[in-house]
Nanobody, 123 residues
Framework: QVQLADSGGGLVQAGGSLRLSCAAS????????MGWFRQAPGKERVFVAG????????DYADSVKGRFTISVDFAKNTVYLQMNSLKTEDTAIYYC????????????????WGQGTQVTVSS
């Protein structure tokens, strides 16, 4: 059974940092495309960042490029999203996801999802 346990969200002031974690079980993250998505109230779920380690490909949404970094600890089978210089518009529920496809941005291409972790950035 595949499980993605995402965590690390919280309340932070604008300009601050948070690191989200996604602990995977039932799959090996180095053989999947791992992505982070976010969904703000009343808005669609959108792609934030993704990585395919096997093909050495990373991708970031323009809105987070240069501020967010996706990384992995293979020994822990855990993917991270380091978020720096946070802005109020980054407030959302963040979801970790896994896909068998080569790096894609469409949420429908992702087969497994975490439960989500709330990130709130105050001004």
């Amino acid at each position: 059974q595949v499980q993605l346990a995402d965590s690390g969200g919280g309340l932070v002031q604008a300009g601050g940092s948070l690191r989200l974690s996604c602990a995977a079980s039932g799959i090996a993250v180095n053989y999947y495309t791992m992505g982070w998505f976010r969904q703000a109230p009343g808005k669609e779920r959108v792609f934030v960042a993704g990585v395919n380690w096997h093909d050495d490909i990373t991708d970031y949404a323009d809105s987070v490029k240069g501020r967010f970094t996706i990384s992995v600890d293979f020994a822990k089978n855990t993917v991270y999203l380091q978020m720096n210089s946070l802005k109020t518009e980054d407030t959302a529920i963040y979801y970790c996801a896994a896909s068998r496809a080569i790096l894609v941005r469409q949420w429908a291409e992702y087969h497994y999802w975490g439960q989500g972790t709330q990130v709130t950035v105050s001004s």
